[in-house]
Each structure stands twice: as C-alpha cells, then as structure tokens.
C-alpha cells in the first residue's frame, strides 16, 4: 500500500491548489502560442512546464477526483479540443505532444472508447504531417526539374573533332502505335511534372478535407464539453437546491424541538407554581386550624377559671 502511494505521487506531480479545469482550459484557448512553445520543450507529463504543467495538474486532478462521471469525460473532451485547436493554429507538433501525454495518462485512467478517439486523432493529426511533408518534397522536386527544351548542361569540353570509332547516336525513344501504326513519343519531364503538381494539389486537398473534418470535430467536442458542463452545471444547483432543502428541514425540526422544549419547559413552570401555591393554601389552612384551636383552648381555660 506505501508503495503504491509512493508511485501515485510521484508519478502525478501533486500542485497545492489546482485551478479548475475549466478555467485553465479556456486560459489555454486564449493562449495558444504560450501553450505551444510549453508542449515542444516539455512535452505534457510529469516534466512538464509553464502553462502546459498547469493544464496537466488541473486535468489530473479532475480525472483522478471524478472517475465514472460526466465530469470526467468532460476533462477528457476539453484535452482533445484543444489538441485540434493547435493543429488548426499550425502547431502540429505540439498538438502530436499534447495527445501523446493524454495517451500515456488515459492508458491507466481512461475508458477504451476514450482512448481510442484520441488515437483516432492523433493518427489524423500525424497523417496530416505526413501529406505536407511529401507535398514540399513535391515541390521541391519540381524546382529540380530543367525546363522543357532547355539543352542539358555538359561539364566535359566540346570535342574538338568527331569521333568516327564511337557508335552513331540512337534514334529519339518512341513507342509504336500498334492500333495505327504510328508513333508516340513517351511521357515527356513537363508531363511528369504536370502530373506531380497535380498529385501535390490533390493531397493538398485531401489535407485541406481532413483540416475541415478535425475542425468539424473540434466544434462537436466543443459542443459535447458545453453539454456535459451544463448538465454538471444543473446536477451542481440540484444538489444545492437538495442540501439546501435538507438545511431547511433541519433548521424547521430544530426550532421544533426548541419550542417543544420551551413547552415542557412552561408546563412544569406551571406545575411547581400550583404545587407550591397549593402548599401555601395547605399552610395557611393549618395554621389558621392552630391559631383556631389556640383560640377555643384560651376561651375553654377562661370559662373554667370563670366557673372557679
């Protein structure tokens, strides 16, 4: 059990107070740039830095303090929004790092169809990467290609005489028309050209479909995080309104039972008041019988003392 507390805290670098998810994850939106040069020096994990660390111990803890709930898939939904909003910013390589430390921390903490949307992402993301990168290899084969009808460049000197033991030169390549019985010359280098610019286009197409499809999924994750913040929003006030509700009863019982108190508390009042009233009139009532039966005793000596 100690060592497994021991590796929870050190693998989840623990802050003293995180701020909210929410909060950070907005702040990241506003701050892109500052989010990008985080995650291309430090990556999002344990040596994390800057903002990129900050977003990490909020997401963390959330994750951790809400497991199986709607908030939890909302921390989950907000990672991978602001993935898409780097890579439709350009930073596609911070947006690489930011869903590979999502990846890494879910493959212990996330559920199965969680994890398999954020390879589904990042697979997309770095398919991306891809086309640009064979696209600029395109084009920069393209800059390499002569122009049609230019004569090649020679670095060896023009012979200063024919030379009769050389074979003559070969005939320009053309291929037969066997329907016809004509000639075609092959593909010439602007034909390969041409159709290297058009598979560069093509791919710069396919990359521009898949930008509009991520940011069409960006904005139903955006949509998907306002929904599960809103419906936390309201199970929140329920369960303030609940507490609230509790509070009052407990607050009614109590002033309930004080009062019951008070009542009890008046009626025994009372009780000892008669009692003691009753204890009066009983005195009084004997004393008066003494003073009474003094009285018929003086006057029965007297009468005596008179017959004498």
């Known amino acids: 059990m100690a060592f497994r507390t021991a590796r929870q805290r050190a693998e989840f670098p623990s802050e003293a107070s995180p701020h909210p998810l929410m909060e950070v994850a907005a702040k990241a939106a506003r701050s892109l740039g500052e989010l990008d040069g985080d995650l291309r020096a430090g990556g999002f994990g344990r040596n994390c830095r800057g903002l990129a660390r900050e977003l990490y111990a909020s997401f963390t803890a959330t994750v951790l303090a809400t497991r199986g709930t709607d908030a939890e898939a909302m921390a989950w939904a907000l990672g991978r929004a602001l993935a898409i909003d780097l890579d439709r910013a350009g930073a596609r390589r911070a947006a690489l790092a930011l869903l590979f430390g999502l990846i890494e921390f879910g493959t212990s903490h996330a559920d199965p169809q969680i994890l398999a949307r954020l390879r589904e992402t990042q697979e997309a993301i770095d398919q991306k990467t891809g086309w640009r990168r064979r696209a600029a290899a395109r084009a920069n084969k393209e800059t390499d290609v002569p122009p049609v009808g230019a004569a090649p460049v020679s670095s060896s000197p023009p012979p200063s005489q024919p030379d009769l033991a050389s074979p003559p030169p070969e005939p320009p390549a053309v291929e037969p028309n066997r329907g016809e019985g004509q000639v075609e010359p092959r593909p010439s280098q602007a034909a390969e050209a041409a159709a290297t610019t058009e598979a560069a286009r093509a791919a ?17 994750a955006r949509a998907e995080a306002a929904e599960l913040a809103r419906a936390a929003e309201v199970a929140r006030a329920a369960e303030l309104a609940r507490a609230a509700e509790l509070a009052r009863a407990a607050e009614l019982a109590r002033k309930a039972e004080l009062a019951r108190e008070a009542e009890l508390a008046r009626e025994a009042e009372l009780a000892r008041e008669a009692e003691l009233a009753r204890a009066a009139e009983l005195a009084r009532e004997v004393e008066l019988a003494r003073e009474a039966e003094l009285a018929r005793a003086a006057e029965l000596a007297r009468e005596a003392e008179l017959a004498r």
């Open 204 to 220: 710069e197409a396919a990359e521009l479909a898949r930008a509009a499809e991520l940011a069409r999924e960006a904005e139903a």
